[in-house]
């Protein structure tokens, strides 16, 4: 990714997704599916080349296979994956959006200080450009905190921004990056990255989402179902997330639409009681093939 001369460093937070919520009936809850989608924009498809490659300093960090048997090494481990569709271009309904991030295990070590880095880039039209588009004055880049529960096993990790202000009718890249190195600004290899596209309706609010405590599984349902009709990813996520605890078919459904059920069993960050370690790795994308839908 190129690196834009004007910098902004925001704040971005981890969100609680409403786990352990006792107020909701645990009935069946129907099937969530996205549409699927096809690259565009200039993203191309995910594949596992897309996760991040691992240099000695990250590598000092993430807990390998091989710290349990001792013969496997961590190219057989499920990389830092962003729950995003195939053509990885994300829609939200939000100016503010939600990054729904997959992160290994972290076996910290003396002096490690793990984050993750999120860049937002404007993109303009330009037709001189490669891909038509070229960068434009509006950049953001955050670093993120890695939340503690991820040195007990994989976890799934909500990020939201109150920096990032996406305008509609507009294209932004996105790049997320991990560093477990202890100098916040030393260079980070390129994680992943898409496009956040804001045209046709996207980003022009501040989305308030249901309170999930009055609602029942059927009725979260038919939201998330409602925003994935619209085409909007990260509002079918973030309602589709809070069906895991009553009836996991709708999470699984979703994240099957766009060839991610590989992690529909990891738990997220903030969700209690999570019996999940190094052992139960989803093994997503680790062969280098694009999923198949």
């Known amino acids: 990714m190129l690196l834009h001369p004007q910098l902004k460093t925001g704040l971005l937070t981890i969100m609680t997704l409403g786990f352990g919520l006792g107020a909701i009936a645990p009935l069946p809850a129907q099937a969530v599916s996205f549409p699927s989608s096809t690259p565009s924009g200039g993203a191309p498809p995910r594949t596992a080349s897309g996760a991040p490659r691992r240099n000695d300093a990250e590598?000092?960090?993430?807990?390998?296979?091989?710290?349990?048997?001792?013969?496997?090494?961590?190219?057989?481990l499920t990389r830092m994956t962003v729950l995003a569709?195939?053509?990885?271009?994300?829609?939200?309904?939000?100016?503010?959006?939600?990054?729904?991030v997959y992160m290994p295990q972290i076996n910290l070590q003396r002096g490690d200080r793990p984050f993750v880095t999120i860049d937002i880039d404007e993109l303009v039209p330009d037709e001189?450009?490669?891909?038509?588009?070229?960068?434009?004055?509006?950049?953001?880049?955050?670093?993120?905190?890695?939340?503690?529960?991820?040195?007990?096993?994989?976890?799934?990790?909500?990020?939201?921004?109150?920096?990032?202000?996406?305008?509609?009718g507009k294209l932004y890249q996105w790049s997320i990056s991990f560093s477990c190195r202890s100098d916040t600004f030393a260079p980070i290899e390129s994680a992943i990255d898409g496009l956040i596209d804001c045209r046709g309706g996207g980003c022009n609010r501040q989305v308030e989402l249901p309170?999930?405590?009055?609602?029942?599984?059927?009725?979260?349902?038919?939201?998330?179902?409602?925003?994935?009709?619209?085409?909007?990813?990260?509002?079918?996520?973030?309602?589709?997330?809070?069906?895991?605890q009553?009836?996991?078919?709708?999470?699984?459904?979703?994240?099957?639409?766009?060839?991610?059920?590989?992690?529909?069993?990891?738990?997220?960050?903030?969700?209690?009681?999570?019996?999940?370690?190094?052992?139960?790795?989803?093994?997503?994308?680790?062969?280098?093939?694009?999923?198949?839908?």
């Open 59 to 76: 590598a000092s960090c993430i807990r390998s296979i091989a710290d349990l048997d001792g013969d496997q090494s961590q190219e057989g």
């Open 85 to 100: 569709p195939t053509s990885r271009v994300i829609t939200s309904l939000n100016q503010q959006p939600t990054f729904f």
């Open 128 to 168: 001189s450009a490669a891909g038509g588009y070229r960068y434009g004055d509006a950049y953001t880049e955050d670093l993120v905190s890695i939340p503690a529960t991820v040195t007990d096993g994989p976890r799934i990790v909500a990020y939201a921004s109150e920096e990032i202000n996406l305008e509609p």
């Open 211 to 244: 309170d999930s405590q009055q609602l029942n599984p059927e009725e979260l349902s038919q939201i998330a179902q409602d925003y994935a009709n619209q085409g909007f990813w990260q509002e079918t996520v973030q309602v589709t997330s809070q069906l895991r």
């Open 246 to 293: 009553f009836d996991r078919q709708g999470w699984q459904e979703l994240l099957e639409s766009q060839g991610l059920d590989c992690f529909a069993e990891v738990p997220f960050a903030e969700e209690p009681d999570a019996n999940f370690t190094i052992e139960d790795d989803p093994q997503c994308f680790i062969d280098g093939e694009t999923p198949q839908l």
